[in-house]
């Protein structure tokens, strides 16, 4: 059991760095630093985007962006930091 609740904290914490890094990416973008026509960098956001965005999705039904923020990716953060230390408890 102890074996199988550290691999899901693994996974999470995996799934964590790559919210991270969608988020960076897309601020790169934004702010015109990549370029998405170049055929690499969005085939990566793109990849990027089919990983995050299957939990975010179901996120943004619920929170609004706010000033055209989107607080989604710090709600999920949120979560993931939740999630793990209920599993770390189980630990004990």
Do not use: E
């Amino acid at each position: 059991m102890n074996t199988i609740i550290y691999f899901l904290i693994q996974v999470l914490d995996i799934y964590l760095w790559l919210i991270i890094i969608a988020v960076m990416v897309s601020w790169l973008v934004v702010f015109g630093v990549l370029n998405t026509r170049n055929k690499w960098v969005y085939k990566s956001c793109a990849l990027l985007n089919r990983v995050t965005s299957p939990g975010m999705d179901h996120l943004r039904r619920v929170i609004p962006p706010m000033g055209g923020i989107d607080l989604t990716p710090m709600a999920m953060i949120l979560g993931i930091y939740l999630l793990q230390s209920f599993l770390y408890s189980l630990l004990r």
